[in-house]
């Protein structure tokens, strides 16, 4: 990423050098990530409204500490999800369940044979699993948005959230067995 030719390191530059659009351009970008990372931690469209705007307000104070070490996705991701932890831990709001602790051993491969798009292929599956993701804690809810709905890989993951790759496939495990027990009690069927 030392290249200054990169597109990460050329928008930045532009926005550094305060070049009309720029930072417009940078918002554009990235605010489908923000909104979709702190919304999914936060679940209040109000609150995810002005976090994001807190979060954009911080990248624009901070771009100049931007080394290009990861992706700028990332590094505004970090941010994002930074700004939504802090207001978690204001409201004293945990971040997952107590039974999803630490003692509970990583699992280091992610695929568990649930295939998320076959077990919604009718809209009473599909509307049972948005409950059951929305009624997932913070943490774990966030983790699967990022990996299936953002498809950012683990490692991606990782500089955005600061947790490690083992972690992340732990919980992202978990989540998705927690999910198949959710449809399979809502539903009666076995998936």
């Not at 030719?5 to 930045?12: C, E, G, T």
Request: with cysteine; net charge negative; hydrophobic share 40%.
């Amino acid at each position: 990423m030392d290249d200054i030719h990169h597109p990460d390191h050329a928008l930045v530059a532009a926005v550094l050098a305060s070049r009309p659009g720029a930072f417009e351009r940078l918002v554009r970008e990235h605010q489908q990530l923000c909104w979709h990372l702190i919304l999914r931690m936060v679940r209040h469209p109000e609150d995810a409204r002005e976090l994001c705007q807190d979060t954009f307000l911080r990248v624009h104070q901070c771009l100049h500490q931007y080394r290009g070490e990861c992706a700028l996705k990332s590094w505004v991701g970090r941010v994002a999800y930074s700004i939504a932890l802090r207001h978690l831990q204001r409201r004293r709001l945990p971040l997952v369940d107590a039974d999803t602790g630490d003692g509970t051993p990583l699992v280091e491969n992610v695929g568990d044979d649930f295939d998320l798009e076959a077990a919604c292929a009718d809209a009473e599956t599909l509307r049972h699993l948005h409950q059951a993701i929305e009624a997932l804690p913070p943490l774990p809810r966030t983790l699967l948005t990022l990996y299936h709905l953002e498809e950012l890989p683990i490692p991606e993951i990782a500089a955005i959230t600061g947790l490690a790759t083992g972690t992340i496939k732990s919980h992202l495990f978990r989540t998705r067995l927690r999910l198949r027990d959710a449809l399979e009690a809502r539903t009666g069927a076995t998936t």
